[in-house]
């Protein structure tokens, strides 16, 4: 971050900046490992939460696991270059708490699922009694917006406050299986479904994770399938 | 790095934890935020010394490079994931103690040059008055060859020993005129010459970095310029 061209944090960089941890498959996760003193930086897959709050799933015998439990801060580096110049590229790091995910809890189910849908071949290992999912709470973040654009940002501008409250009423599976059929309708194979909570959905279009948040947040069913038929309806067909 | 994973390391495994640092054009890198107590992940352009030791090219009014000046235990994680599962393909963590090359010294001269082969863009900003090298002096490494196939090395398996005194025979500049001339004359644009050292040449086939190492360091330059003829000759033609 540089002093000189640090920039105000507008809408647009807070925009840019969720959809660098909403859309990022995978991360560096930086670590405090207590026995060297030293930072670890490791890849980890990655989810949200319906929040927008990163996970991760990561198996109690590695370093960075380890490292977690004696100190819970940590950071994701996400935005990965495409060609050219990999400075030219977005990139954000963000400073989170990691909070272990409870397996008996019914948040443990609801984020297995969603991280699941977004990298299903992690099944054959995320129910191994070593593994675990962490919830990382966003505590501030600096963005790098390419070449003297810089942004600091808080926690609270990665994720929608109150969102976790949705789970009183939004049954994901429920909403998946409907959404889902909806882009099958479609018959555009370049476009597929991941997942979906009451603010957007993620799909894959080609390789790439991607993500669509709704003009509004949905209160109901019956109002986030319309938004979801709606931007189907968009897709173009093949 | 799963203890009941942990494989001896070999000759191969070395050999793969020295061509993801040498190979990398880019890192995550993880530095101690002093203020903060968080460890920071972001992305650094690579280079390497003549060595195999990596090098970085950072301004000093950035979060890590402050970081690094309070405390100079880094490291790096090299190995960028290709198509498919992230987690299926080779990545090294390095931890490093990062050494600010003197700008007026003539090592700063070499690593500028090496670094700018690489990295031609960056020609722009690296006299920069706030622009400085650092060379990360490999202290260990986790090496993760894939699901199941952990290695832990040293950070003498990452540097050839005594390789920093070929500085006294070894002309850079003049090694790197000629073999980019013996490149030249291949006529295949897929091929293009990068870097040159008594170990092995870079080169970018088509937009990747690879090194090539020689069956024997080389100890003048007529020996080193014939290993890159033998080299050459061996690119197809188009």
């Given at each position: 971050m540089n002093r000189n061209i640090l920039r105000e944090t507008?809408?647009?960089?807070?925009?840019?900046?969720?959809?660098?941890?909403?859309?990022?498959p995978y991360a560096a996760l930086?670590?405090?490992?207590?026995?060297?003193?030293?930072p670890l930086a490791?890849?980890?897959?990655?989810?949200?939460?319906?929040?927008?709050?990163p996970a991760i799933l990561v198996s109690g015998l590695s370093v960075h696991t380890r490292a977690i439990e004696a100190d819970d801060r940590v950071s994701i580096l996400t935005g990965e270059p495409?060609?050219?110049?990999?400075?030219?590229?977005?990139?954000?790091?963000?400073?989170?708490?990691?909070?272990?995910?409870?397996?008996?809890?019914?948040?443990?189910?609801?984020l297995r699922r969603r991280f699941l849908s977004r990298h299903p071949k992690a099944k054959t290992y995320i129910d191994f009694p070593d593994f675990n999912l962490f919830r990382l709470e966003p505590v501030s973040a600096n963005l790098n917006g390419g070449f003297g654009k810089a942004?600091?940002?808080e926690g609270a501008d990665l994720v929608r406050p109150d969102a976790l409250k949705s789970y009183r009423w939004f049954d994901s599976s429920?909403?998946?299986?409907h959404a889902e059929g909806m882009f099958l309708q479609v018959e555009n194979k370049d476009y597929a479904f991941i997942d979906i909570d009451?603010?957007?959905i993620y799909f894959r279009e080609r390789r790439i994770?991607?993500?669509?948040?709704?003009?509004?947040?949905?209160?109901?069913?019956?109002?986030?399938?319309?938004?979801?038929?709606?931007?189907a309806c968009k897709i173009p067909k093949i």
């Open positions: 507008d809408g647009a960089a807070r925009a840019l900046a969720r959809r660098l941890v909403r859309e990022a930086a670590v405090n490992e207590e026995e060297t003193g030293f490791s890849r980890v897959l990655l989810a949200t939460d319906i929040d927008g709050a495409a060609k050219g110049d990999p400075l030219a590229h977005p990139r954000l790091t963000t400073r989170c708490h990691a909070r272990l995910v409870d397996r008996e809890s019914v948040h443990h189910a609801w942004f600091v940002l429920y909403a998946a299986k009451p603010e957007g994770i991607a993500r669509h948040d709704f003009e509004k947040v949905s209160t109901n069913h019956d109002e986030l399938l319309e938004l979801v038929h709606e931007f």
